[in-house]
């Protein structure tokens, strides 16, 4: 009790700490820990009673360590007793060996190490850290300005997470023996990266991440891994409109963006992985042929790990499978329909329930979208078995043995997630209970989808007097350099035509309901065989409102309303 009492004294002190005071509680709290230990090991206590009070006293020290460290932190400690202590509790949370050294020049010199780096952090009596140096393997010594500047600043938890990284990278990699080659082929393939990315034509950052087969490659810094992101969503855009802006690539804003970091993963099987940091042939635009003379065979693969995990259909998930051929397929099908799962991800995002309505509401200005939904979207926790090719995976990682598989892998995932945007944009709230609007136009869609490919509304105007179908299809794309990501063909049913507009429209917002209010305001967007139908059944929706208004009065709004909806469907 008394330990107890003494440590809530120091936490009690975090606002105003005394460095006398809590210096001497500490050594009390050590004192009656040591004490309850020494008990244990004389036996001079029962069993039972002897292994409670060590494991209290146990875990006294571990909330002593981390609070006298806050206490430190609070304090701006920059002495070289508190460096050391901070460092004594990393490599005891990290499993790393600790050690110090002192030189002839005055300088203290601490060691944090395992079997496949160590990190030589060298202070001065004053507590400066006046450098960090890192050997990893076979690989030279590196000077980290990066690892001392955050040491400098008191940022030891940000320290932590690079050391953390490490640690976990180099436990993917096997063998102690195959560790040095393990890192000598991760550090050669992100050689590859960096050099082929610098060759982007792309102009901002939004179409590199967009566009460019790789993404937006960033480099490894300190202990964080290379960094690919390929895909950002539309309402991140707006939020950091620089992305946009002709000024020229810059690094892509924290928490921003779909992005995979480049690991090491053990696998069954022993794959050749290249060590050549020159394996791409610049004047041929191609790579290399990998031989044992520029690889090396290793019990391992490298792995894109997704910093946010998504839904890939059948299709997709085939080719990515294809890439590294393992014992064990990495991607394996969940059974359900890859267009529910997309809805019920949409649904857990906005902390709610999937809806069960198979008519979604999308209101925009001064319009309001009714999609009528097929039934694997309607009813995504429905058992009724999907094609082999719909069939939906939540995917966390793609596996790879070549820089050039992500050529493949990343276009892949990127057109997998324009589609999962596409259909997730009309996946509005649901109809029942919503208040009428007879200020709002109102349109019915019929919507269809064949995935990763295409996604199809339609809109029925056979209640005017020229009837017919109005169809929009939005087609995904596999990416070409001179082709966007998504077409729109647009007009009648049986002869839908390319629309360039709306399909750029469609490329910058990835949003169904944005496009289409766009395209029904100004109805030449959907081409010259739609335009005349379209224009002719808003305007009949007008008349008929207004008649309705005027033979009804003002307290007959709620009634118009419906029977607007009812006239459009």
């Known amino acids: 009790p008394g330990a107890w009492w003494a440590l809530f004294e120091i936490q009690a002190m975090s606002a105003f700490p005394d460095e006398g005071r809590v210096r001497e509680l500490a050594e009390q709290i050590r004192a009656r820990c040591a004490h309850a230990h020494q008990l244990k090991l004389t036996g001079q206590q029962a069993t039972a009673s002897g292994n409670l009070q060590v494991a209290q006293a146990d875990e006294i020290q571990k909330r002593l360590t981390e609070t006298v460290l806050r206490l430190q932190e609070a304090s701006r400690d920059f002495s070289l007793s508190g460096l050391q202590q901070r460092l004594q509790l990393t490599a005891q949370k990290l499993s790393l060996s600790f050690d110090m050294q002192r030189s002839q020049q005055q300088v203290t010199s601490f060691f944090l190490s395992c079997d496949a780096f160590f990190v030589e952090i060298c202070c001065h009596d004053s507590g400066h850290v006046a450098s960090v140096k890192l050997v990893q393997g076979r690989n030279k010594q590196q000077d980290l300005e990066l690892f001392a500047s955050l040491l400098r600043e008191q940022k030891v938890s940000e320290f932590e997470s690079h050391l953390l990284s490490l640690t976990e990278l180099y436990a993917q990699a096997g063998p102690a023996a195959d560790k040095a080659s393990v890192f000598q082929a991760l550090t050669a393939t992100e050689s590859v990266l960096t050099s082929i990315s610098e060759s982007s034509p792309c102009s901002n950052l939004y179409d590199v991440i967009m566009t460019n087969p790789l993404g937006h490659v960033t480099s490894r810094s300190g202990g964080f891994p290379m960094m690919l992101t390929y895909f950002v969503h539309p309402h991140e855009v707006l939020k950091h409109p620089r992305m946009t802006s002709k000024e020229g690539v810059g690094p892509v804003p924290k928490g921003v963006g779909v992005a995979g970091r480049v690991l090491v993963e053990k696998s069954p099987k022993v794959f050749l992985l290249p060590i050549d940091p020159n394996l791409f042939n610049r004047q041929k635009v191609n790579f290399f042929q990998l031989t044992q003379q520029n690889g090396v065979a290793l ?21 990515l499978n294809k890439i590294v051929q393992t014992d064990t397929p990495t991607l394996l099908p969940s059974g359900s329909h890859i267009d529910g799962m997309i809805a019920t991800r949409k649904a857990e995002k906005e902390g709610r329930q999937p809806s069960q309505d198979k008519c979604r509401l999308v209101c925009l200005p001064s319009q309001r979208h009714y999609y009528n939904l097929p039934p694997a979207l309607a009813t995504p926790t429905s058992s009724e078995p999907a094609k082999p090719s719909e069939v939906g995976v939540q995917l966390t990682s793609a596996p790879f043995t070549h820089p050039g598989h992500l050529f493949t892998i990343i276009p892949l995932l990127r057109k997998q997630l324009v589609y999962n945007t596409l259909l997730a944009s009309c996946l509005g709230r649901s109809t029942k209970g919503v208040p009428p609007d007879d200020s709002s136009m109102e349109y019915t869609f019929e919507l269809s989808s064949t995935p990763p490919d295409l996604i199809t ?5 056979q209640h005017t007097r020229r009837e017919g179908r109005i169809t929009v299809e939005f087609t995904i794309t596999d990416q070409q350099p001179t082709h966007p990501m998504v077409t729109v063909r647009a007009g009648l049913q049986t002869t839908p035509t390319p629309q360039r507009q709306l399909s750029e429209i469609v490329k910058r917002c990835l949003s169904i309901p944005v496009s289409l209010h766009a395209a029904l ?9 739609a335009a005349p139908l379209l224009q002719s059944h808003q305007k009949e929706l007008v008349q008929f409102s207004q008649a309705l208004a005027g033979g009804m009065g003002s307290g007959g709004s709620k009634m118009i309303a419906g029977s607007k909806r009812k006239w459009t469907e």
Not at 304 to 311: D, T, V
């Open 299 to 319: 019990p391992v693969t490298f792995v894109l790990q997704l910093n946010e995990s998504f839904p890939v259909c059948g299709t997709v998930m085939e080719k």
């Open 457 to 461: 509304v339609a809109m029925d105007t």
């Open 521 to 529: 305001k100004h109805p030449s967007l959907l081409g010259p065989q």
